[in-house]
């Protein structure tokens, strides 16, 4: 889910440039004069100057700055077109986007914006210690900014980001849980694409949402999202998680399925990890595309991202016993023996090793563990640690292994619970596609009733929900065409996959 930084909330339109221009002819120190200027601008545009300099826009929140250390907007304008690792040399000293967000805040307590900037750039874990002694961590401040302007729509995506999907967190008017927060940033502002991505982000795979007098699902959410917002990388990569293996859609004219979509966030982006990783796995092992076939794909990924542990897994896995060469990695002896750090050299890394570093990193990742289950028992340890944490693979893996009626115990954190097949079924069929659904379906007599999601389900809306994500699917076929003799005279639309004749 992203989280965005954001200038003041209402900038001066272009329009006013003139005027502002006016008063630095007669006042060429007047701080809000570069303010305002400043604030005319998009992100890499310049302006020229009475005098006729050329001026970038940092340049005029750097000076409104400069001329005025009390300017709290200005501190927050300018820290907006820092980089998070960026040290600016000001004539009050060195500053970084957090110190002149936290400037910002301590120069106006009134501030709702760069309260809620300050809390984007503050760690999960962090805490902040304001002039005046107070103590301050993310969701604290995207709450203030929200207590300060209730209108502010990025603060309740921010403060959604950083819900649980059962959380809820309590603001003047109520309590308000991560979905309820990203309806009302959309309700405040129609237009704001990241958060139909995040609010698409809270649906399952049948769920539909009311929002500004439509109904939505998550591929319609994600659709806006980049209608609104073409070069939204992180939409591409959702939508094509959202789809079926061969789902197409149409976008602007064009047709995309999983591939095309993961192709177009890399021509966006070409450092978008994420995206190389997921697009490596639409292909087969002999497949390539923009000639890179699927281990070129996950080495990159993985050297653009080498603290990710689920990564790694996945690359070992797919490895088996080979080895591949890593760019920026040091070797595995040196690795694990901390004899240096990554970015120097290249590695030779074998699949086993890339695992064992996965687990180093990320103990408890519930994709890691089950990547590092493979190969092992149905009872395997990680497998059973992989479906305590909930990964809907594990769980339907484990359930698939059990005979009709078997219970297996699954050390989830609190305890030892006993599960059976339909309980793990119950938990994999959230996420997971067709298959799942119908062997869940199997498990059902012909007139009970599961709850999904807050929805009822019978094995009828199960095989029917199955046929609408993966209908051209001859594993979910045969898999229905066994359970539909229960079936058969309650829902003779369900007849045609029998056999004929």
């Known amino acids: 889910m992203q989280t965005e930084l954001r200038s003041v909330a209402r900038q001066p339109l272009q329009d006013e440039r003139g005027a502002f221009l006016e008063v630095l002819e007669l006042d ?20 020229r100057l009475p ?102 729509a990025l603060a309740y995506n921010n403060l959604a980001n950083l819900l649980a999907p059962q959380e809820w967190v309590r603001l003047a008017d109520g309590c308000w849980d991560r979905r309820g927060l990203y309806l009302a940033a959309l309700q405040l502002d129609e237009s704001y694409g ?3 991505n995040n609010l698409a982000l809270t649906l399952g795979f049948r769920e539909k949402v009311r929002c500004l007098d439509r109904v939505w699902d998550r591929r319609s959410l994600h659709r806006r999202a980049l209608e609104l917002c073409p070069r939204h990388i992180c939409a591409y990569r959702d939508l094509a998680l959202a789809l079926q293996p061969g789902e197409r859609m149409s976008l602007d004219g064009q047709d995309f399925g999983q591939r095309e979509l993961l192709l177009e966030a890399i021509r966006l982006d070409s450092s978008f990890a994420s995206a190389y990783k997921l697009l490596a796995r639409t292909l087969s092992p002999e497949e390539h595309v923009q000639e890179q076939n699927k281990t070129q794909l996950l080495v990159k990924a993985l050297e653009l991202d080498p603290h990710d542990a689920p990564g790694c897994a996945e690359l070992g896995l797919h490895l088996g016993s080979g080895h591949c060469q890593l760019q920026g990695w040091p070797s595995p002896e040196a690795w694990f023996c901390e004899l240096e750090g990554l970015g120097k050299g290249s590695g030779n890394w074998s699949g086993a090793q890339l695992m064992q570093r996965a687990l180093q990193l990320a103990p408890s990742c519930p994709e890691v563990l089950l990547a590092a289950s493979a190969g092992g028992g149905p009872l395997d340890p990680c497998l059973l640690r992989a479906a305590a944490l909930g990964n809907a693979v594990a769980c339907r893996r484990l359930a698939l292994a059990l005979a009709p009626g078997g219970r297996v115990r699954v050390p989830f954190e609190e305890q030892v619970r006993l599960c059976s097949r339909r309980q793990l079924l119950l938990r994999a069929c959230e996420e997971m596609g067709a298959e799942c659904l119908v062997e869940l379906a199997l498990e059902l007599e012909p007139n009970e009733r599961i709850c999904i999601q807050g929805s009822l389900w019978d094995a009828r809306a199960l095989l029917r929900q199955a046929l609408q994500l993966q209908p051209n699917s001859t594993a979910a076929a045969e898999l229905q065409r066994r359970a539909l003799a229960p079936f058969a005279e309650a829902c003779p639309l369900l007849m045609r996959l029998g056999p004929r004749g």
Do not use: M
């Open 28 to 47: 060429p120190l007047n701080a809000q004069a570069f303010e305002n200027l400043g604030s005319t601008l998009l992100p890499g545009q310049s302006l």
């Open 51 to 152: 005098d006729g300099l050329l001026v970038p826009k940092r340049a005029l929140h750097q000076k409104a700055v400069e001329l005025d250390a009390s300017h709290s907007n200005a501190h927050n304008n300018l820290a907006v077109s820092l980089r998070r690792d960026e040290v600016l040399s000001l004539q009050q000293g060195p500053a970084t986007q957090r110190s002149l967000f936290q400037q910002a805040v301590e120069l106006d307590p009134g501030n709702a914006v760069a309260h809620c900037n300050l809390g984007v750039v503050l760690g999960d874990h962090e805490v902040v210690r304001l002039q005046n002694g107070s103590l301050w961590d993310k969701r604290s401040l995207f709450v203030k900014s929200i207590e300060l302007d209730p209108g502010w």
């Open 194 to 196: 990241v958060a139909y």
